[in-house]
């Protein structure tokens, strides 16, 4: 199976890495003391290894291309992927979703409050990936700042209870408002911009709301954050700690829910369509009568006050906030997730989820090797799904006579 | 009938199984702190440390009769993981943490040990609020509170070196700038001098001599900086680049030996403060052995803190006799300790008394003590 | 008036830093309209292959002079190997693919690089060697303006000037514009797009090694995050000046580099950054395609 000339590709290959990762891996130095470590092994690992990931690649590539040829002659049926009609049939869909949510309702009694905890964040990034994908991979417009918002809620719990007293449920609302808010803010001068100017602008826009809220002691105590947030009442009724994490996982769920259920709506609004339309080809979509100015906005707005709710649920959860949760790699990650999981697709976001939260907290036993792995997935799982895990199918429509 | 029979074995050899269980329970203390990603040289130190003393008090038969068992969790210096990783040491049954290292991960993760009714000891966590405002009585910590420290700071700068006029620089970062306010604060209140410039510098930038330029126009004698090294060694280098020769004083954050590896000869003349030099102290030099013995390496930033947290904290369950926090705060209050830092034990706020600071001199490349 | 001249100075050498960098980024952009963002990592794993070449050669004991040459090159070689590799493994697959997922691969690159540097080397900073030799003529001026300084801003205007005449005039460069212009018809008329794309790499790449070894050598020391965060303010120089076009991103660079400096030096430098994504905000709304790119023209 495997020719000559693949081996000899191979040993091209990993003599080039060899040669590649020779100065970082196999040289050590300490320029202080003028000392030298030569870790010579490195290098023959990098070699081989990198020599028989190529020849296992070419091995799996000539068995796909065999099965291709066989397909072709009619010899062997093509065997469909991950088809997401087969889950729209009542007969799969409906017992499926009821153990996905007996799972989530049982959850808190099957793990430990350190995994719930887990969940909680995973949940509150599915909120987020859900807003995100709003902007991003409904409405086509590249946001990289999209935590500005995240922080807009958080601070805005933060700082309305301990100024006012102000508790959960009354700051939901304001957070998801100011995050709205913040959208417009944001969506007006940029307007103008397309595609990547617009990436910029946006992530200098994350970076100015986390420097204002760095420097402006006075305002928001600055780098040593906001302590001693309130979790979320329940009518007033004292919690244990325990009991107050499993409620505001429930609390999550029922956010989850929400958000499934009015972004799938707003997907088929007349609003949803729009940003379809524009995604798509936004002159196009200007002629045919969209206003673009408000689709766009409203796409802001809107994809910015779920990013302000899940702030709030951020606040209450750890407590504490502070200026350093905020940084440009939370927004590439919700970023990833989005686009990982399928743009434009709510199973994908939940996929993409649980893939980039879950994987790297399950994986902390391999401590430094972690983010390595989770760079290098984020490359593999794009130069090989680079639509995403989850893609979405058109809703096309069809005239009965 | 056969299968009551067997469960009702069953039943038995599980009590029992309990039972021998609970004999020989062992004590678990967490310990929390970053221990991967790049504060891992902050956090690791003093899990070592944890892990060294654990092992002496096991290998003479446990505290009470009953072994001790370290939970170790990471938590990269990140107040949101830091969260998490208190409720997980809580649910797997820690009754006491040493930790967390960095008082933002701290401030996160001490509602949830509050709540759950465990007491802390952080080695390294040095905001003033986390014991001053009061609302942790389960916190305690074996590193002297950043107040104390911009106060030997301003001290040493007003009286020794006697400036007159004082920038003030900081990393905007929590320690830093927390630090840097309080200096401004004492040298506003002791009427000796005034502070000419207040400023952060962004982190990781390529370049300070803006703010270099300003500190000299602004005629300072001395500077103050709040933050780690790799900040001031930058400042400090472009500052004698530009032929600026002022004092510059600086916190625990610069008083480490990669400062000078960084600062290369620009690090002579700088001022640090860091804590008390216990170097002779031989509960200080078994430990720093045992270290050199097991890692092969010197043993790294709040090695000596998290020794002293560790002796004073078994201490305290031994004496204490359970973990309830009252109980073991009682102790800590009022029994002295030998620890690296000499005999220390606690005030009402969970401040160390004991542990001081020292004002440093890089000397021929090296920290030598000048006061 | 000593004090603005020293800020303009100051600026100046943080414009020409980002200059550097901004080259590679609206490079690769302009021919294959990709935000590169492990860009800031080669150049950081540049300035580390420094570190370690200067070292290994101070210890062979060869003369100043070899060393920063020798130096220099083994991290232009480096840095371009490591630019040619990422786009041969995580872009040139996701070349007709969906618009974002090279911008995630390019994510995922950057931090896979960042933590290969960490875990091969350390966590920790890392004293960078003074290469620059101190300049015995600039000492009346030392206050003003350091040699490395100098050194910087001369080493970016010749760079710029050969990256000019190498685009303007050479077959190579011909063929890099036709790619930027329009792929495919390049490929029609004969240009091996590929090769051009991995050229653009290899020659980005070269630089932002070289400007490693000078803005660590200017700094003093180095550890794996460095790249993410001059990479950032980099890439908003080059839109800022116009993304894809070369002048436009060295003006760009030096706009920033003189705005955060008089944001320092007059107002305070805690919101020196505020200050910089502001102008780029402000300069986008008056012109969307920065300060020296054409806008695109639309055909429907």
Redesign the interface.
Same mark, same amino acid.
């Given at each position: 199976m495997l020719t000559v000339k693949d081996c000899r590709q191979a040993l091209i290959l990993g003599l080039?890495f060899m040669?590649? &990762?020779?100065?970082?891996?196999v040289?050590?130095?300490?320029?202080?003391e003028?000392t030298?470590v030569w870790r010579w092994p490195?290098m023959l690992w990098v070699g081989g290894v990198s020599a028989c990931v190529y020849l296992l690649s070419r091995v799996f590539l000539a068995r796909r291309a065999a099965r291709q040829e066989r397909i072709r002659l009619g010899l062997e049926k093509e065997s469909k992927g991950l088809n997401l009609a087969v889950f729209r049939q009542p007969k799969v869909c409906l017992p499926l979703l009821g153990g996905v949510a007996l799972f989530f309702l049982a959850f808190p009694a099957l793990f430990?409050?350190?995994q719930?905890?887990?969940m909680i &964040?995973a949940l509150m990034y599915v909120v987020l990936g859900l807003g995100l994908n709003i902007v991003?991979g409904v409405a086509g417009l590249?946001d990289l700042g999209y935590v500005a918002f995240y922080a807009v809620g958080a601070y805005s719990y933060a700082l309305l209870h301990l100024h006012f007293g102000i508790g959960f449920w009354t700051a939901l609302p304001i957070g998801g408002l100011l995050g709205a808010l913040f959208g417009l803010l944001l969506g007006f001068?940029?307007l103008?911009?397309?595609?990547? /100017?617009l990436?910029?602008?946006t992530?200098?826009?994350g970076?100015?709301i986390r420097?204002?809220l760095?420097?402006w002691?006075e305002f928001s105590q600055?780098?040593?954050?906001i302590?001693?947030i309130a979790r979320p009442g329940f009518f007033g009724l004292e919690m244990?700690?325990?009991g107050s994490?499993t409620y505001l996982y429930y609390l999550m769920i029922g956010m989850v829910l929400f958000t499934i259920f009015v972004v799938n709506r707003l997907q088929d609004s007349r609003i949803g369509r729009a940003w379809y339309a524009l995604r798509e080809d936004d002159?196009?979509c200007q *002629?045919m009568g969209v206003d673009k100015t408000r689709t766009k906005l409203a796409a802001f707005a809107l994809g910015a006050a779920w990013a302000g709710m899940a702030g709030v649920f951020?606040a209450a959860? &750890? &407590? /504490?906030?502070?200026p350093?949760?905020f940084t440009?790699l939370e927004s *590439?990650i919700i970023?990833?997730i989005v686009?990982?999981g399928g743009?434009g697709s709510i199973v994908g976001v939940i996929v993409g989820t649980l893939v980039l939260i879950l994987l790297p907290e399950y994986l902390?036993a391999l401590?430094? /090797?972690?983010?390595?792995a989770?760079? *290098?997935?984020?490359?593999v799982m794009?130069?090989f799904r680079?639509?995403g895990i989850v893609s979405t199918v058109r809703r096309t429509y069809t005239l009965h006579r | 009938m056969k299968s009551i029979r067997i469960y009702a074995l069953l039943t038995a050899f599980v009590l029992a199984a309990c039972a021998t269980a609970t004999a020989v329970e062992p004590i678990k203390i967490g310990v929390a702190g970053a221990h991967s990603g790049d504060l891992a040289s902050y956090g690791l130190p003093s899990l070592k440390a944890a892990q060294l003393v654990v092992k002496d008090i096991n290998d003479k038969g446990g505290i009470n009769g009953a072994p001790v068992e370290l939970l170790v969790e990471d938590d990269a210096c990140k107040p949101e993981i830091a969260a998490n990783t208190a409720a997980k040491l809580v649910s797997s049954g820690a009754k006491a943490v040493i930790g967390h290292i960095c008082s933002g991960a701290t401030k996160a993760a001490l509602p949830i040990y509050r709540d759950a009714k465990v007491l802390v000891i952080s080695p390294s966590a040095t905001t003033p609020a986390l014991t001053q405002s009061g609302e942790y009585p389960n916190f305690y910590r074996t590193i002297a509170a950043d107040d104390a420290q911009a106060k030997a700071e301003v001290d040493f700068t007003l009286a020794t070196l006697k400036a007159k006029k004082i920038a003030v620089i900081h990393d905007k970062g929590d320690y830093g700038k927390g630090l840097a306010e309080f200096a401004k604060t004492f040298i506003e209140q002791s009427g000796q001098a005034e502070v000419v410039l207040f400023e952060g510098v962004t982190p990781g930038a390529v370049d300070y001599s803006a703010v270099v330029q300003k500190i000299k126009r602004s005629a300072a004698d001395a500077v103050i900086f709040g933050g780690y090294h790799p900040e001031a060694s930058k400042i400090v280098g472009q500052m004698r680049q530009k032929r600026m020769t002022i004092p510059f004083v600086s916190d625990d954050g610069v008083k480490i030996d990669t400062f000078i590896q960084l600062a290369g000869k620009d690090a002579e003349g700088v001022y640090a403060t860091g804590p008390a030099d216990v170097s002779h102290n031989p509960i200080t030099k078994e430990y720093r052995e045992k270290f050199k013995k097991a890692e092969g390496a010197e043993p790294g930033a709040f090695f000596d803190n998290a020794v002293a947290a560790a002796l004073v904290l078994t201490n305290a369950i031994a004496k204490a006799g359970t973990t309830e926090p009252n109980a073991m705060a009682k102790v800590l209050r009022s029994e002295e300790v030998a620890t690296p830092f000499g005999n220390i034990k606690f005030d009402a706020k969970g401040e160390p008394i004991g542990i001081g600071f020292s004002i440093y001199q890089v000397q021929n490349g090296q920290f030598t003590v000048v006061q | 008036m000593d004090y603005f001249i020293e800020l303009v100075f100051s600026g100046l050498t943080r414009g020409s830093i980002y200059a550097l960098i901004a080259l590679g980024y609206t490079m690769v952009y302009g021919i294959i309209g990709l935000i590169n963002f492990a860009h800031g990592e080669i150049y950081m794993i540049g300035a580390f292959t420094a570190l370690i070449a200067s070292t290994v050669l101070n210890i062979l004991g060869l003369p100043l002079y070899a060393v920063l040459i020798l130096t220099a090159l083994a991290a232009a070689v480096w840095a371009a190997a490591y630019g040619y590799t990422v786009e041969r493994l995580a872009y040139r697959p996701l070349r007709n693919a969906p618009r974002l997922s090279p911008l995630i691969s390019a994510i995922g690159m950057s931090i896979f690089l960042q933590n290969y540097v960490m875990l091969a080397q350390t966590s920790d900073f890392q004293p960078f060697p003074a290469l620059i030799p101190e300049f015995a003529f600039l000492e009346p001026f030392a206050a003003v303006v350091g040699s490395t300084d100098l050194t910087i801003l001369a080493v970016s205007a010749l760079l710029l000037l050969l990256l000019t005449l190498l685009i303007k005039y050479t077959r190579t460069g011909k063929a890099m514009r036709a790619t930027a212009q329009d792929q495919k018809m390049a490929l029609l008329l004969g240009v091996n797009v590929d090769r051009v794309i991995s050229i653009t790499f290899v020659v980005g790449s070269a630089l932002a090694a070289v400007g490693g070894l000078l803005i660590a050598s200017h700094i003093g020391q180095i550890n794996f995050s460095i790249g993410f965060i001059a990479g950032i303010k980099a890439f908003t120089a080059a839109v800022l000046g116009g993304i894809g076009s070369i002048p436009g991103a060295v003006l760009g660079s030096f706009v920033l580099g003189l705005t955060e400096a008089f944001a320092t030096g007059y107002v305070s430098s805690d919101y020196e950054d505020v200050f910089a994504f502001s102008l780029l905000v402000l300069i986008l709304i008056f012109r969307p395609a920065g300060l020296l790119g054409k806008a695109a023209v639309e055909k429907v």
């Open positions: 080039w040669f590649l &990762t020779f100065p970082i891996l040289i050590k130095v300490n320029p202080v003028k030298v490195n430990s409050t350190y719930l905890n887990i &964040t991003v590249l001068p940029v103008r911009l397309r595609g990547d /100017y990436a910029i602008v992530l200098g826009f970076e100015i420097l204002v760095e420097n002691g600055g780098p040593s954050g302590s001693n244990s700690l325990d994490i002159i196009a *002629a951020f959860k &750890t &407590t /504490y906030v502070n350093a949760s440009f *590439a970023l990833c686009v990982l743009m902390r401590a430094d /090797y972690r983010m390595l989770f760079g *290098a997935v984020l490359v794009m130069v680079p639509q | - | -």
